[in-house]
């Protein structure tokens, strides 16, 4: 038997490198090795935007699209969506019952998702739903028992209280049955955006899985580079480099980083060359995945699914799972 994994993602849209670096070419890696879950958190989409709903739908598909493409075979791992496995809602009200109100409270994630709603101009107001963020979580994880969550680094502190509330569940009930999940991280650096600051969507300095070439090729032409470096043939320092070399460093070869490194401080290689040049590389590692990405946008019967059968195989086992829940709370 395969140890589980359970991971998730909230319908953001269209993703970034950064979920790719990050969270996806992980997810693929464990494909083998593990019983992989892999489900769109679309109740967790509420939390903070529960007042624009229009292109949720849509949202869902965007994301289970971009994984396929990336190399998510839903031959090897179950995709599904949380919102069409009711009994997670249910396990959600018994753990809400067993995790104290302080745990939840200390939740450092939740000080930045409330940053976020005020960012995007939401009336700010923390609700019930979100203060409940890390147990919904929880109940994600729980529901199917799994052993590790591979998760980018931010989510960390999410697993942790996740291990704290399988381990009072346990406690409390006089009963082993859940499991302490693991995180699992990703080796890989962080990938900043291309204006130095953390990629992301709501920033509008990512650079989208789905992007044309020409996209891309004009996002990474807008990277800052070595701000103290003016003319193409001025002196400039790989270190200094605040978006451009770093993304070589992730994007290139041996060989590509040691040539962009020297001709950069010998002032013989504008910036302008070197991130057309970065482009190129970058949108040729895309090209596969991204014709992937069209297939699945011109095929969105499909999508749908891979979606409606991971769904139903994973309510089969929650509903098993639930079953011996329920008994040991000793509900009617
Ligand atoms: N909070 C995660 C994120 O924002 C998404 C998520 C929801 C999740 N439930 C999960 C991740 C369970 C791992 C396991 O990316």
Request: overall charge neutral.
């Amino acid at each position: 038997m395969k140890q589980k994994i359970v991971s998730g993602m909230r319908p953001t849209g269209k993703l970034h490198f950064g979920h790719y670096l990050g969270v996806i070419q992980n997810w693929v890696k464990l494909q083998d090795e593990f019983d992989c879950n892999y489900f769109v958190a679309d109740w967790h989409a509420l939390t903070t935007k529960y007042d624009n709903t229009s292109e949720l739908r849509q949202n869902v598909i965007d994301v289970v699209a971009d994984w396929l493409a990336c190399g998510i075979d839903p031959e090897k791992s179950t995709i599904y969506v949380q919102s069409l496995i009711p009994e997670i809602a249910e396990l959600n009200v018994y753990l809400s019952m067993t995790t104290p109100q302080n745990w939840v409270e200390r939740d450092p994630t939740l000080k930045d998702m409330a940053k976020i709603m005020d960012l995007k101009g939401n009336d700010s107001q923390v609700s019930h739903g979100l203060l409940g963020y890390p147990v919904l979580m929880s109940a994600d994880i729980m529901m199917l028992n799994a052993h590790y969550v591979p998760v980018g680094i931010d989510q960390v502190a999410h697993i942790e209280i996740t291990r704290d509330i399988a381990r009072r569940f346990n406690n409390i009930y006089k009963t082993d049955f859940f499991v302490e999940p693991q995180p699992k991280l990703t080796e890989i650096p962080l990938l900043c955006g291309l204006d130095g600051n953390k990629m992301g969507k709501s920033f509008n300095n990512d650079i989208k899985i789905s992007d044309t070439e020409e996209v891309t090729t004009k996002k990474i032409m807008r990277g800052i580079t070595d701000r103290s470096r003016i003319k193409k043939d001025d002196i400039g320092h790989p270190d200094l480099c605040e978006v451009i070399y770093k993304y070589w460093k992730i994007f290139g070869s041996e060989e590509q980083i040691a040539d962009v490194k020297c001709k950069c401080e010998a002032g013989t290689r504008g910036c302008a060359d070197c991130k057309r040049w970065l482009a190129s590389v970058i949108n040729e590692k895309f090209k596969p995945i991204r014709e992937k990405r069209e297939y699945y946008a011109n095929n969105v019967e499909e999508v749908e699914r891979i979606i409606k059968d991971g769904s139903d195989k994973v309510r089969a086992q929650a509903a098993e799972n639930m079953k011996k829940i329920r008994k040991i709370i000793k509900m009617y």
